[in-house]
């Protein structure tokens, strides 16, 4: 069983910035594709962004492009989502997720993952 630990979320103003960490326990992250999902209070869940394995590749939703940075480190079986100029609308819980590495070009589709980690609270407000 794949497991994760979310942290770094919290409480941010606009334009403040948090890192957001995808601990794995018990696989290695890089052998899995990784994406970072949000959910914001009754909205569906959407893809954020995603990495690949190889961490040559990465996506990102058209409203964080410039602002979010995927990340992964291999030492520390993490994978990491930098986020700059948060904004109010940036409010969700955020989740971690892993997908076989082959189907990175499923990445930003919910549907495709198997394996979620528990999500940690993202506010942004002033």
């Known amino acids: 069983q794949l497991q994760f630990v979310e942290s770094g979320g919290g409480l941010a103003q606009p334009g403040g910035s948090l890192r957001l960490s995808c601990a794995a326990s018990?696989?290695?992250?890089?052998?899995?594709?990784i994406g970072w999902f949000r959910q914001a209070p009754g909205k569906e869940r959407e893809g954020v962004s995603c990495i690949s394995s190889s961490a040559g590749s990465t996506n990102y939703v058209d409203s964080v492009k410039g602002r979010f940075t995927i990340s992964r480190d291999s030492a520390k079986n993490t994978v990491y989502l930098q986020m700059n100029s948060l904004k109010p609308e940036d409010t969700a819980v955020y989740y971690c997720a892993a997908l076989p590495k082959r189907l990175f070009g499923l990445c930003m589709f919910r549907g495709a993952y198997d394996y979620w980690g528990q999500g940690t609270q993202v506010t942004v407000s002033s």
């Open positions: 018990g696989f290695r992250l890089n052998d899995y594709t």
